[in-house]
């Protein structure tokens, strides 16, 4: 499977060679920043205090499960 340094990958890119035409591939580099780095520790903080440190990446800010509309349950997970 492909790698793929997600810090110089453009979301128009990443669409082009890979969610349009369904390749998979693994993103790297982009918990480099991640406060996580430096504040979580593993007998550390509580789970929901990590959420403070968390950043979603730009290529996945969308939220596609407002696809299946009020009807449909969302997964227990984010």
Request: glycine letters at 6%.
């Given at each position: 499977?492909?790698?793929?340094?997600?810090?110089?990958?453009?979301?128009?890119?990443?669409?082009?060679?890979y969610?349009?035409?369904?390749?998979p591939?693994?993103?790297?580099g982009?918990?480099?920043?991640?406060k996580?780095?430096e504040?979580?520790?593993?007998?550390g903080?509580?789970?929901?205090?990590?959420?403070?440190?968390?950043?979603?990446?730009?290529?996945?800010?969308d939220?596609?499960?407002?696809?299946?509309g009020?009807?449909?349950?969302?997964?227990?997970?984010?």
């Amino acid at each position: 499977m492909e790698r793929v340094d997600g810090t110089t990958l453009t979301i128009e890119e990443f669409q082009e060679k890979y969610e349009r035409p369904r390749n998979p591939c693994i993103i790297t580099g982009l918990t480099k920043n991640w406060k996580a780095h430096e504040n979580w520790t593993i007998g550390g903080k509580h789970t929901k205090d990590m959420l403070n440190d968390y950043e979603v990446p730009l290529i996945f800010h969308d939220d596609l499960f407002k696809i299946l509309g009020k009807h449909e349950k969302r997964p227990h997970y984010r």
